[in-house]
């Protein structure tokens, strides 16, 4: 079956250069931050925390930041733009006024809390410096408590940012530093709103200096920077090793009773590195996972009803390749910002075609290519014509092949999902072997007999 290789936005996407996530792979320029214009201060802590030659988007953009011109920088995940932009900010923090003077906005918690971990990293060179993280999820009221006192840096998710405004807890009438960061993911996850209502209550683009970075620079993030930002200065990394973004897309048309057959067939037959499984209800995930559990895969649920402690530690989990199969519900896949993604398979297609866009750019992250499989089912098949006219072509779809439905399925894992249980198996094929001597599960979900 042809499968069909396509960029995951329907926006037009320039190619972009890759790095690894991981900085053993990080490319280095041959420059020393030791050549730029900072404080004695600020370049002996850069050295402390080990960094001499500054990579490629370093390089690029911290001459442009620290003459004080507005920045739009296209550079991939792991590239070290935090390093990037953070220096630059601490450069412009000299005035220890009382006051919020910098805005570093994210698109997820983990991002913000990588971020506030490295710029407090780079801080120690100039003490007292306020650094604070705002995101969602986190209990209002102790962000509150901790905005008593303005901090300097204001890290944080859009959202939560805005709500802060709204209650008068922030101010950002004297904010001259400004960064979006992965501005692409930012409007990919819907934050377009949030991020103008925030540009209009900053003071004006040429009372502010303002960076944005972005892994992809399609029509919507430049429309941004030019009506928001003053004159921006554009910069690209490239390091000549250029990789598109590559997801292979497929939709499998089932009946209901199909769907855990297939899914365990898929799951058998595919080289999964790490894979999102999408479904379009918490009910659903619960279901789905315990088929998983109950067939011998190591898999765990993220819905909205998982508290943020056990959510980190899945994600936790996740990251580090113990935990294959993350089962997942839309609006709690938002936080999932991991670049070895493997397989997103839609369990469910999703009833809002745009969700399609975001479920499968959680694969093919970085340069890495990936693999989207949707099940159309009685349910939500109807979604796939929305579907395909919102990306703007057909999905390649066809019948499962047999071998998909070949095997027998056990039943369901009792034992409701939990996320602090020790993995089982970190190879997510490995639990395939011992199948075929029931199938004790009820008539809905009985296997089609494939011949
Ligand atoms: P990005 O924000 O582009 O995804 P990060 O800022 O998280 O990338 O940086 C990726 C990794 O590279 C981090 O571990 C960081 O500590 C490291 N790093 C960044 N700049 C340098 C440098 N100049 N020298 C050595 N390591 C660096
Ligand atoms: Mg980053």
């Known amino acids: ?50 960094y001499e030659k500054m990579t490629p988007i370093q390089a690029q953009s911290l001459p442009i930041i620290l003459q004080g ?22 450069h412009k923090l000299i005035a220890r006024a009382n006051q919020t003077q910098a805005l570093v906005l994210c698109p997820t918690r983990e991002l913000a809390d990588q971020v ?33 006192q303005p901090p300097h840096i204001v890290v944080g998710t859009p959202g939560r940012i805005l709500k802060h405004l709204e209650k008068g807890s922030l101010q950002i009438l004297n904010l001259n530093l400004l960064v979006l960061d992965e501005a692409d993911r930012m409007l990919d996850l819907g934050f377009i709103k949030d991020i103008r209502f925030l540009f209009r209550r900053m003071p004006h683009p040429d009372k502010r200096l303002s960076m944005l970075y972005s892994a992809t620079l399609p029509l919507r993030v430049t429309e941004l920077a030019y009506e928001h930002m003053n004159n921006p200065q554009q910069v690209a990394v490239d390091t000549g090793k250029v990789t598109a973004h590559r997801i ?41 996972c315990g088929y998983l559990r109950g067939n011998g895969f190591n898999a765990d649920v993220l819905s909205g009803d998982v508290q943020q402690k056990k959510r980190q530690s899945i994600l936790n ?20 910002h991991v670049d070895e993604v493997s397989h997103v398979i839609n369990y469910d297609l999703p009833e809002d075609a745009e969700d399609y866009v975001h479920r499968i750019g959680r694969t093919a992250r970085a340069g890495a290519s990936g693999s989207a499989i949707s099940l159309a089912c009685e349910t939500y098949s109807f979604s796939l014509p929305e579907i395909e006219s919102y990306i703007g072509y057909k999905l390649n779809g066809s019948t499962p092949p047999p071998e998909l439905l070949a095997a027998e399925i056990k039943p369901p894992e009792k034992r409701p999902t939990d996320g ?10 490995s639990g395939n072997k011992g199948r075929g001597r029931h199938s004790g599960h009820g008539d809905r979900n009985k296997q089609r007999n494939p011949g």
């Open 116 to 148: 506030s971990k490295e710029l407090r990293r780079l801080a120690r060179a100039i003490p007292n410096t306020r650094i604070l993280t705002l995101c969602g999820g986190s209990p209002i009221k102790a962000q509150y408590a901790s905005l008593e």
């Open 317 to 336: 989990r996740f990251t580090q390749g113990e935990l294959p199969i993350i089962v997942a519900t839309d609006v709690a896949a938002r936080g999932i």
């Open 1 to 50: 079956m042809g499968l069909n290789t396509v960029f995951p936005s329907a926006q037009p996407l320039l190619p972009y250069t890759t790095h690894s996530s991981n900085s053993p792979e990080l490319s280095m320029t041959q420059m020393n931050f030791s050549s730029l214009p900072l404080s004695a201060e600020l370049l002996e802590n850069i050295a402390a925390i080990g």
């Open 69 to 90: 011109r507005d920045l739009l920088a296209q550079a991939q995940t792991g590239s070290g733009k935090t390093a990037a932009f953070g220096i630059g900010l601490l």
């Open 248 to 288: 292979t897309e497929q939709v499998y048309y089932v009946s209901n009773p199909e769907k855990i057959p297939v899914l365990i067939g898929l799951l058998s037959n595919l080289e999964i590195t790490r894979c999102i499984i999408f479904v379009n209800t918490k009910h659903v995930a619960e279901k789905v």
């Open 420 to 429: 602090t249980r020790p993995a089982r198996r970190n190879n997510p094929r």
